[in-house]
């Protein structure tokens, strides 16, 4: 069964440090992974695409890592800010044999930046 | 401003009583679909459609419908809703089901059924 699991499930920080959040998958076969951010109340946002040769995709202060070998991605926060309090969501693409795409959500990291 | 648009943002009803939430995309996109997220759980699909006309089942759809009779719209129908369907929903749409095509999500309804 395809499954993507997210850590540390919640975490603290203080404002202007920096984080790195955890995502490993099963989905087979691997089409792409992405990284979602969801504010409370709001609809997920993207921040990253990364397809199987990408190793490294970065946004402003994210930057999302991807070892395809491992089935493993992370996601760097650099310099956190108090807006980044989210749940951050890993959301991995299985290629499926009729053509498009199915996508497999993690339960998110749950970060709250504090001053 | 690209966007996807569902209404209600809340609602709050009683078990049996039918009920649809609307979607609507001003990106024309192909792709829509219909998730649901309950506390503890990613993010699950209920219906996708890939074009007019076109619908499929996805991870839960017991107890949904969908139509996707015009491309913008994707309305939800829960024909006799169930405590177990209170959940909060979100609609998505894309260009396609293709890869590195960006999905883009609605603000999410929250539904309570008593």
């Known amino acids: 069964k395809n499954q993507v699991e997210q850590s540390p499930q919640s975490l603290i920080i203080l404002e202007g440090k920096n984080c790195t959040l955890q995502?490993?998958?099963?989905?087979?076969?691997?089409?792409?992974l992405r990284w979602y951010k969801q504010d409370t109340g709001r609809g997920p946002v993207s921040l990253t695409i990364m397809t199987f040769s990408e190793n490294t995709k970065s946004n402003g202060r994210y930057t999302a890592t991807l070892d395809a070998d491992t089935k493993q991605s992370s996601l760097h926060i650099t310099a956190s800010q108090l807006s980044d309090s989210a749940s951050y969501i890993c959301v991995v693409s299985e290629r499926l044999t009729g053509g498009g795409n199915k996508l497999t959500f993690g339960t998110g990291t749950q970060l709250k930046v504090e001053l | 401003e690209a966007q996807v648009t569902q209404n209600p943002r809340y609602l709050i009803t009683v078990t049996g009583k039918k009920l649809t939430v609307t979607c609507s995309q001003n990106?024309?996109?192909?792709?829509m679909s219909w998730y649901r997220q309950d506390p503890g759980l990613g993010l699950r699909q209920i219906y996708y459609?890939?074009?007019?006309?076109?619908?499929d089942k996805g991870d839960v759809p017991e107890g949904y419908k969908v139509s996707r009779k015009e491309k913008r719209n994707f309305p939800l129908i829960l024909e006799s809703p169930s405590p177990n369907q209170t959940s909060l929903y979100f609609c998505?749409?894309?260009?396609?089901?293709?890869?590195?095509?960006?999905?883009?999500f609605g603000q999410g309804t929250r539904l309570t059924v008593v």
């Open positions: 459609s890939m074009n007019v006309e076109v619908t």
């Open positions: 998505a749409s894309s260009l396609g089901s293709a890869a590195s095509t960006e999905a883009f």
């Open positions: 995502c490993n998958y099963t989905v087979s076969p691997f089409s792409n």
């Open positions: 990106m024309n996109h192909e792709y």
